[in-house]
T-cell receptor
Framework: GQQVMQIPQYQHVQEGEDFTTYCNSS?????IQWYKQRPGGHPVFLIQ?????EVKKQKRLTFQFGEAKKNSSLHITATQTTDVGTYFC?????????????FGKGTKLTVNP | KAGVTQTPRYLIKTRGQQVTLSCSPI?????VSWYQQTPGQGLQFLFE???????NKGNFPGRFSGRQFSNSRSEMNVSTLELGDSALYLC????????????FGPGTRLTVL
């Protein structure tokens, strides 16, 4: 089953409010990737974090990788209606003797204008 | 560069039938992964092909199979369709190493009646 947990499952905010989604793994991740899927679309790569404690920023988006490389977060400052979509984290885990990219179930963000 | 293409985009089948989906990766990409996306289970990894060889496999029954051709195009087949196979099937290609970002295609929406 899934070993990458993502919370919350849904988040509704007013435009201008901040938003954070959290990703946790029971095992150490070699790296973590974040994707965004707009309604009716397909996942689009946002960023990859590799180093322990790494922090990366893309305009209003801030991505963090935990010191133990077991958790990560995506924070959006001052949300806009264009931020609507589902945000997925994905980490490489060893399952059944091989390494696979395992996705969290995603956080669906809706923004009220 | 053209993106990942998937055909067909929509498909309606009945229980017991079989289906074949096709994916053409980005030119130069040799790795193709397949995912099943459903509202309840999120994005679940089916299998990955690299240079015509299955490199990784998810936890799906043997009814789900795939292959990759010498031009890196990939197909996945689902036999003896069940209602629960209704989903969006996404194909993703990667350049070089498996730790690179995944480029997703638009998906094939399969409905099983």
């Amino acid at each position: 089953g899934q070993q990458v947990m993502q919370i919350p499952q849904y988040q509704h905010v007013q435009e201008g409010e901040d938003f954070t989604t959290y990703c946790n793994s029971s095992t150490t991740l070699s790296n973590i990737q974040w994707y965004k899927q707009r309604p009716g679309g397909h996942p689009v790569f946002l960023i990859q974090l590799v180093k322990s404690g790494e922090v990366k920023k893309q305009k209003r988006l801030t991505f963090q990788f935990g010191e133990a490389k077991k958790n990560s977060s995506l924070h959006i400052t001052a949300t806009q209606t264009t931020d609507v979509g589902t945000y997925f984290c994905a980490g490489f885990l060893t399952q059944g003797g091989s390494e696979k990219l395992v996705f969290g179930k995603g956080t669906k963000l809706t923004v009220n204008p | 560069k053209a993106g990942v293409t998937q055909t067909p985009r929509y498909l309606i089948k009945t229980r017991g039938q079989q289906v074949t989906l096709s994916c053409s990766p980005i030119s130069g990409h040799r790795s193709v992964s397949w995912y099943q996306q459903t509202p309840g289970q999120g994005l679940q990894f089916l299998f990955e092909y690299f240079s015509e060889t299955q490199r990784n496999k998810g936890n799906f029954p043997g009814r789900f199979s795939g292959r990759q051709f010498s031009n890196s195009r990939s197909e996945m087949n689902v036999s003896t369709l069940e209602l629960g196979d209704s989903a969006l099937y996404l194909c993703a290609s990667q350049a070089l190493t498996r730790y690179n970002e995944q480029f997703f295609g638009p998906g094939t929406r399969l409905t099983v009646l």
